[in-house]
């Protein structure tokens, strides 16, 4: 996976998302981005997704799903209108 041009290994993703779930959020942007992606993975591309859905699969990452989701909109991995939420980035596999 290529992240902001450098190349993040799955074993330094692995040191924070350990059996599918978000254990701290990494402070290097690079590796930050690199498991945004990742989560963002879990969201289909053109796909309209109501708040509730969105919260529900980000609440199998990470307790705080609410901070969770700031961070995906922030990132420009998923965007939103009216508790509606869209895929806007991130790596499409």
Partial sequence: ??????EIGDDVLDRFLVR??????PAKQSIRRAVLDRIAGSFQ?????????VNEVLRAFYDDYAALRRYLIDGDFLSRENSVYW????TVS
């Fill in 45 to 53: 591309p053109g796909v309209r997704y109501p708040e509730t859905e």
């Fill in 1 to 6: 996976m290529t992240t902001q041009g450098s």
């Fill in 87 to 90: 895929r806007s980035g991130g």
């Fill in 20 to 25: 599918g779930r978000l254990i701290t959020m």
